[in-house]
């Protein structure tokens, strides 16, 4: 099932883990927010998981101009990024693609600005 933009990378986790959030940075994007689903499943259900991270990237301008069309979009942000560490010890990169989960739900002009939101998406991952 494709749910969002993914790139495999040719290094592995810790290396993507500095990468990538300054090839968001270079695209605008800010990290908010951090999850370490490692970390969490394993102190809240005592299962062990590979490495997998979920990144909440936001673009300020992008933002403001969502939420002044229409408050309800901050239920969509901010963007997710994961990275995880794939069977083959390179790391796997997904970025959501608003163009999935916003611009079917939304007018035309917040469409466009989905459109704008996945391309620097997709510039921030071929950074990678």
Do not use: W
């Not at 959030?21 to 005592?46: C, Q, Y």
């Not at 997710?80 to 739900?105: C, F, H, R, W």
């Amino acid at each position: 099932m494709d749910m969002g933009m993914t790139k495999k990378l040719a290094y592995g986790y810790d290396e993507a883990l500095e990468k990538v959030p300054a090839a968001l940075k270079a695209e605008g994007f800010g990290v908010l927010t951090s999850v370490d689903m490692k970390e969490t499943l394993k102190a809240k259900l005592g299962v062990d998981f590979r490495r997998y991270i979920i990144l909440g990237a936001c673009n300020p301008p992008f933002a403001h101009r969502a939420l002044s069309k229409h408050l309800g979009f901050g239920l969509l942000m901010p963007c997710n990024v994961t990275i995880y560490e794939g069977d083959d010890g390179k790391a796997v990169v997904q970025a959501v693609d608003p163009m999935l989960s916003v611009a079917p739900k939304v007018g035309p002009e917040l469409a466009e600005l989905a459109g704008e939101v996945r391309a620097k998406l997709e510039k921030a991952l071929a950074l990678m």
